[in-house]
């Protein structure tokens, strides 16, 4: 297979069927509606299962069933959809049933509107629903890289039985790129066996059973502990960043997803001054990581944390630095995007600093 040239959405879509997902549940919501049209398009073309359920609701419920019978599955939606799925992510999170989610972030809070944003971070990181449980969150900043991220997001979610959930923003969701299939690691997409799904009783001995309740609060507390040794594992194994021009840099700028591709931008017009400018790209928002800053911390002036919010991922940037370093933040929000020139003036003021 060629490059293809394809908005996001199109390609997250189509890497989840090179991954091996037949189910997709969903319900239309702007900016993410390519990834349901180009799905009720191709998952009868590969025999797969397609369903516009009656609501967001609904649609998240559905996922915790397929998936609990051991199918690879994925829902998408944006925002204002992402807050009505809160309480059956949590479900999931607590039966350790593993599926993708996608969040193509628009402006909030309330119906806010169309336009990017990236002011979900919390919500993904932090847990949005109840009780005590983590998403493994990975943020593309590119067409490709989020095809490569979808296809490993099914991977890690198999490894986990957790949920995997894929952070981008309507721009990233909307804009072309060419994207190139047979660079993705077909070994990621072999299913293992899943002894754990309802499948019915077979050969075995006993049931299987998919639940997150348990009234006998010494065993919920087992489990809780159990589910955060497995997130333990996840925090040591599945840390991803991009560093680029930290080595010298006096200014480090910090970014994800769309955002991270201004930010090198600015890396490159700043050197035009002879301004030294770094970026620390995390790839994976949870776990997030620290190691990175622990690298740059003993040389750099400051680090610049450049979000589409009002500023979320600067809290864990101040977690990872520790109070060893400045951190500054620099943010639009609404749909507006941060650009090159004014985050430039913004490296100028904290080089101005005594």
């Not at 998936?67 to 992510?89: C, D, F, H, K, Y």
Request: overall charge neutral; aromatic content about 6%; hydrophobic content about 40%.
């Amino acid at each position: 297979m060629a490059k293809v040239l394809m908005k996001g959405n199109e390609a997250l879509a189509e890497a989840a069927i090179q991954a091996g997902c037949r189910h997709y549940f969903g319900y239309p919501i702007t900016p993410q509606n390519e990834v349901t049209a180009y799905m009720a398009k191709r998952m009868p073309e590969v025999g797969g299962v397609f369903l516009q359920a009656e609501s967001e609701v609904s649609a998240i419920n559905m996922v915790y069933g397929a998936g609990g019978a051991g199918a690879r599955v994925l829902i998408t939606s944006s925002s204002p959809g992402i807050s009505l799925m809160q309480e059956g992510i949590s479900y999931i999170a607590g039966a350790e049933v593993p599926c993708v989610i996608a969040n193509i972030m628009r402006g909030g809070p309330g119906l806010g509107g169309i336009q990017p944003s990236q002011s979900d971070y919390f919500q993904a990181t932090k847990g949005g629903g109840h009780g005590d449980y983590k998403l493994i969150v990975l943020a593309p900043s590119t067409i490709q890289e989020m095809a490569e991220l979808v296809q490993q997001a099914f991977h890690i979610a198999d490894k986990y039985r957790n949920p995997v959930m894929i952070l981008g923003d309507g721009m990233l969701g909307q804009m072309m790129e060419p994207v190139d299939f047979d660079i993705l690691k077909k070994e990621e997409n072999k299913i293992e066996e899943k002894p754990w799904a309802t499948t019915g009783m077979g050969t075995r001995n006993k049931r299987n059973i998919i639940n997150s309740l348990e009234l006998d609060p010494q065993i919920l507390e087992k489990h809780n502990i159990e589910i955060f040794k497995k997130y333990q594992k996840a925090a040591r194994e599945e840390v991803r960043y991009e560093m680029t021009n930290c080595e010298e840099a006096e200014i480090i700028l910090v970014a994800y997803g769309t955002i991270a591709r201004v930010a090198k931008n600015v890396i490159e017009i700043a050197k035009r001054e002879n301004i030294k400018v770094g970026l620390i790209r995390p790839i994976s928002l949870w776990p997030f990581p620290e190691e990175p800053f622990k690298k740059t911390k003993d040389h750099v002036k400051a680090y610049l944390t450049i979000e589409m919010s009002m500023g979320q991922m600067v809290e864990d940037v101040k977690l990872a630095v520790n109070g060893q370093k400045e951190v500054h933040f620099y943010g639009r929000v609404g749909g507006m995007v941060p650009e090159p020139m004014a985050i430039l003036e913004e490296i100028k003021k904290i080089r101005g600093k005594k």
